[in-house]
């Protein structure tokens, strides 16, 4: 059965993508409907002045930024994208405003667009290391200020590159590399915890063998 109300959402989409394309499709790298969703990829020179516009547009009203995150593509060039999502509580929409960023590069910072800003682009910078310029304090949010790397890379190690303790004789944390001490253990199939001395079959198995003993 169809959904009316998701016909009507994503025409109402459509219909704003097609009034941003209308004024500011020149200045964008795409707008349009992924899905139900409404995608506009930007220019990173371009983010402060779109992101005013989607604020204060009659049509737009997208008063509301409910986060900012990154998103790594280890083959790509450029490899990240920096994600808007938006909010109009007004016309009861979402936008998705996406900006693609090389690893040396930079995007102009939203806080004076968005306050809310402030601490998403310190996470994003923390967790994926694109800098934005402009940001009043960007610094790490989430992990330590002696910390190595950016976790939400691809290719960040699961383990990472150091680990974190407190030292009670020198009274403060250390840093140490990381140590696996079972990174080349061989385990048994039938029990990983019992070892080599684990019989090869137990005991009550010897029936599905077919050995009545």
């Given at each position: 059965?169809?959904?009316?109300?998701?016909i009507d959402r994503r025409n109402a989409h459509q219909e704003v993508a097609d009034h941003i394309d209308a004024?500011?499709?020149e200045h964008l790298d795409g707008v349009g409907l992924e899905g139900d969703e409404l995608v506009i990829r930007a220019k990173p020179a371009g983010i402060v002045s779109l992101l005013t516009f989607?604020?204060?547009?009659?049509?737009?009203l997208f008063k509301v930024l409910l986060d900012i995150c990154g998103v790594d593509w280890p083959g790509r060039s450029p490899r990240f994208d920096v994600v808007?999502?938006?909010?109009?509580?007004r016309h009861n929409l979402r936008a998705r405003v996406r900006v693609a960023v090389?690893?040396?590069?930079?995007?102009?910072?939203?806080v004076e667009v968005f306050s809310a800003a402030g601490w998403f682009e310190r996470e994003t910078y923390d967790m994926f290391g694109v800098r934005f310029d402009g940001h009043p304090d960007l610094?790490?949010?989430l992990t330590d200020y002696g910390f190595d790397g950016y976790p939400l890379r691809k290719d960040f190690p699961l383990t990472g590159f150091v680990e974190v303790r407190?030292?009670?004789s020198q009274k403060r944390v250390v840093y140490e590399p990381v140590k696996l001490t079972q990174e080349y253990r061989t385990f048994e199939n039938l029990s990983p915890w019992a070892g080599p001395e684990l019989p090869r079959v137990l005991p009550g198995d010897e029936k599905a063998?077919?050995?009545k003993g």
């Amino acid at each position: 059965m169809t959904d009316p109300f998701a016909i009507d959402r994503r025409n109402a989409h459509q219909e704003v993508a097609d009034h941003i394309d209308a004024l500011l499709g020149e200045h964008l790298d795409g707008v349009g409907l992924e899905g139900d969703e409404l995608v506009i990829r930007a220019k990173p020179a371009g983010i402060v002045s779109l992101l005013t516009f989607l604020r204060d547009d009659g049509a737009c009203l997208f008063k509301v930024l409910l986060d900012i995150c990154g998103v790594d593509w280890p083959g790509r060039s450029p490899r990240f994208d920096v994600v808007y999502n938006l909010l109009s509580l007004r016309h009861n929409l979402r936008a998705r405003v996406r900006v693609a960023v090389d690893e040396e590069g930079t995007v102009p910072s939203v806080v004076e667009v968005f306050s809310a800003a402030g601490w998403f682009e310190r996470e994003t910078y923390d967790m994926f290391g694109v800098r934005f310029d402009g940001h009043p304090d960007l610094r790490r949010i989430l992990t330590d200020y002696g910390f190595d790397g950016y976790p939400l890379r691809k290719d960040f190690p699961l383990t990472g590159f150091v680990e974190v303790r407190y030292d009670d004789s020198q009274k403060r944390v250390v840093y140490e590399p990381v140590k696996l001490t079972q990174e080349y253990r061989t385990f048994e199939n039938l029990s990983p915890w019992a070892g080599p001395e684990l019989p090869r079959v137990l005991p009550g198995d010897e029936k599905a063998s077919g050995d009545k003993g």
